[in-house]
């Protein structure tokens, strides 16, 4: 967790000097000075340490259907073990612990925070199951030391990041500048934006009726609950006069759905969970800002030579934090997925070699940039996530090690989206609700 306040005209300087402009997209975690200091050393080569002519296989399960990250990393593993055969399939985070009781062929699977954190949860708790990798021979230096913290449950690696996740907007940088204003950098800023796109004749805010109010003030919201121990506590244990606090991310989601910055109506068009139609539709061109996640928006770049509309005009666009602060954005970042080991393998020798090799520096960064989500990596040059990474520009950020119930983060998202759809009158009546149900999670 880290905290940070910074001058105005400092977050002005820096952003100017950071954000990098993209015409194919894509993010990443904030970095410590310390890591920005390591960019230049030397990573070291992998070197195998088991049999390379040894023959075996290797079951991995996971979330995600289409893995080319996966693919990927697995091609490149197989140049120093060609005999070892990976297979990849299919499974649900919810129901994690019964597909692993039911299929102990699997020597590693996918796991989110959720999967360790919550032992009550029968259905999803595997912390059990996974084997301590603190024990193995993994150099794990590479990956950003609060990543690593994600997968650590009282002291044992039980899990290995191997993306992150966050939200934001998408913007339209040549909209932008056509109409003759600059990218905000704060919540003045962008109400002035908002403004004077909407007098043109736009509708400045658009993206999915279940995402894009929830996603606009996660970021203030969560990172809120998580830089404040007791405030996380008290909503984790279900203390509905605690929400109170997070009023003024509701206040604004609530100033920009009252001036008509969004429309209800049209964010009802958007394709639910279909990105590839998502990302065309903002191909479009008409669409200043889109508000989404890194993980909507990592296939971006594959998709401009879908669209006949991009293809036949492209324009400059870049994936930014809603600046939702007086004087900057907002951070939240959670370790999207990452890989456990069966402890009940029968292959946990070649299991331990494979996460040795995918958390090498450059393996990470491989899986981050094919998947297009940000790197877990220390060093990550993906500068399609420039507007992101520097903790300078952040006003307060927070990194979700899974100490956030999810039952609270989903009473934060759904209160934002019924604010959206105009099931409450004001800001206060909002508050009321998430006072509700927080208290009733």
Known sequence: MIMKRKEWNRWLAVLSAAAVTVTGFSGCQTKTEETKESKDEETAEF????DTEKDGTLEIAGFMGNFEALDQVVNNFNEYYPNISISYEQNGANQLAEYVKNN????IFMTAESNLSYPDDQEAYVADDCLDLSKENIDLSAIQDEM???GTVDGKILRIPIMENTFGMVVNKTLLQNEGLDVPTNYEEFLEVLKALKEKGYTPIQGSKVHVYSEMVANMALSQIGTDEELLKKLNDGDGSAVDVLRPAYERLG??????YTDAALNETYPMDNYDLAILKFFEGDVPFWICSTECVSGMKKRESKSEAFSKDPFEYQFLYVPFGDEGGFEYMESWNGFS???GSDNKDYAVEFMRFLTTEEQINVMASVKGMPSVAKNSD???YAGIQNDELIERSYMDKGEMKNS???CVADVANQYGSGAFTDTDDAMKDLERRISEQ
Do not use: R
């Not at 070197?47 to 088991?50: D, E, G």
């Not at 100033?255 to 008509?260: A, L, P, T």
């Open 408 to 410: 609270v983060k989903s």
């Open 255 to 260: 100033e920009i759905i009252q001036n008509g």
């Open 148 to 150: 690593v913290e994600c």
């Open 382 to 384: 993906d500068e399609k």
């Open 341 to 343: 080991v069966n402890k």
């Open 47 to 50: 070197t195998p340490a088991l």
């Open 104 to 107: 102990d062929y699997v020597d």
